[in-house]
């Protein structure tokens, strides 16, 4: 931050920056309690690459229509520095993952994919554009608030025949910053051997990203198996350009969510419920 260690001590003890002890003695500061302290906009971020953060100058465009142009260019020729750094501006600037992941992350593919379209984009740009974005979420990852308090849980993936990454990998993100303790299974994955996963850890909720469904009928037999497993206090959530309105109506769910904000907006909804519905019983049982 460019500021000196006497000033990170007082802001420690004083609890303005999160820290705690280590057995010799030492301040120890997480990740995300410094980048909160960034984002609280009193100092700025000097030297990132001092903690493995992309080099930035801060000056990257911060305007999500703009910054989404900037990323597009960025992946597409493979200039992994400037994407990160546009990824890292707009989480400092306090733009919402699930707007980066709205505005920015998916209109650069949009982009990316009407490229691909008229000729102009070759196989291994758009595989290395998806692999630097699965990097630049690591990074936000890094930088969330992982929660003690395993209340909230959720995981989920995408199902047997869809390779596609980056849309659970963005849930997982978007609700890390809700304050879930999320995690994503990955993709191509049988809905049997999730049904196992749900049964194991019984998590409050439980996504599916579907962007690419080989064969329609034996998904929905899948998927209706996977349905009568789920135990009622799971919330099953779908989403994903495969599923077509005409296939929904064949499929139960707590919530079709087609953008990572109306996510966010019914995750957040489901835990302050939750809550709520805990304080009742508590004031129930006490009178």
């Known amino acids: ?57 801060g000056q990257t465009d911060r305007v999500l229509e703009r910054a989404a142009r900037q990323f597009q260019r960025a992946l597409v020729a493979g200039d992994e520095a400037i994407a990160r750094r546009v990824v890292l501006d707009l989480f400092l600037a306090n733009h919402r993952c699930s707007a980066i992941g709205d505005l920015v992350i998916a209109e650069a593919f949009h982009g990316i994919g009407a490229q691909w379209d008229c000729g102009d984009l070759e196989v291994y740009q758009e595989r290395r554009g998806c692999e630097i974005c699965l990097r630049c979420l690591h990074d936000l990852r890094r930088a969330l608030y992982e929660p003690a308090d395993s209340t909230f849980t959720a995981f989920g993936g995408t199902p047997s025949g869809d390779p596609y990454l980056l849309p659970t990998t963005i849930i997982e993100v978007v609700l890390r910053e809700c304050g879930w303790r999320a995690a994503s299974l990955g993709n191509s994955i049988p809905l049997t051997s999730m049904a196992a996963a749900i049964r194991d850890a019984r998590p409050q909720l439980f996504w599916l990203s579907v962007s690419h469904i080989p064969d329609e009928q034996a998904f929905l037999a899948d998927y209706s198996q996977l349905v009568k497993s789920v135990p009622h206090d799971v919330a099953l959530v779908v989403g994903g350009r495969a599923l077509h309105e005409g296939l929904r109506r064949q499929m139960t769910f707590a919530a079709f969510c087609d953008d990572f904000r109306r996510l966010e907006s019914f995750a957040t909804t489901l835990m302050h419920s939750t809550l709520r519905g805990r304080v009742g019983q508590q004031q129930a049982s006490q009178n």
Do not use: N, Q
Request: aromatic share 8%; glycine share 12%; charged share 25%.
């Open 1 to 57: 931050m460019g500021v000196s260690e006497s000033s990170v001590k007082r802001w420690c003890d004083r609890g303005a920056l999160g820290s705690s002890r280590t057995a010799g003695g030492h301040r120890r500061i997480p990740l995300h309690e410094f980048l909160s302290f960034i984002k609280a906009g009193r100092y700025e971020l000097v030297r990132p690459e001092e903690l493995g953060l992309p080099v930035t100058s």
